[in-house]
């Protein structure tokens, strides 16, 4: 099966940007869409950005314009670049391989890695 792990999450300060990663291995990573979602403190888990495995992309509103989504097929992962961070960003993030990327939306496979905390602090 496919094994997923996410790195590059901490403590930063409001405004402060972080860099996460998603290591991939076990399927066909470059033909895989990718999400990236995350869990706050006491809420469901939700969508953060996409991308399919041709390069389109989308992202929640709330990101959008801060946050980018990226991916080097060739070394089978996946990034994504966090700017202007703001306290409620704080929350577990988790990389989801090979769900389903829609016009509208994206259906994660179930495929999760352990997630990494991101703290956006004063």
């Known amino acids: 099966q496919v094994q997923v792990a996410e790195c590059g999450g901490g403590m930063v300060q409001p405004g402060g940007s972080l860099r996460l990663s998603c290591a991939a291995s076990?399927?066909?990573?470059?033909?895989?869409?990718i999400g990236w979602y995350r869990q706050g403190p006491g809420m469901q888990r939700e969508l953060v950005a996409a991308?399919?495995?041709?390069?389109?992309?989308k992202y929640a509103d709330s990101v959008k314009g801060r946050f980018t989504i990226s991916r080097d097929n060739t070394k089978n992962l996946a990034a994504l670049q966090m700017n202007t961070l703001k306290p409620d960003d704080t929350a577990v993030y988790y990389c989801?391989?090979?769900?389903?990327?829609?016009?509208?939306?994206?259906?994660?496979?179930?495929?999760w890695g352990q997630g990494t905390q991101v703290t956006v602090s004063s």
């Open positions: 076990g399927g066909m990573f470059s033909v895989y869409h």
């Open positions: 991308i399919s495995n041709d390069g389109s992309t």
């Open positions: 989801n391989p090979g769900g389903m990327y829609y016009m509208e939306s994206y259906t994660p496979s179930t495929y």
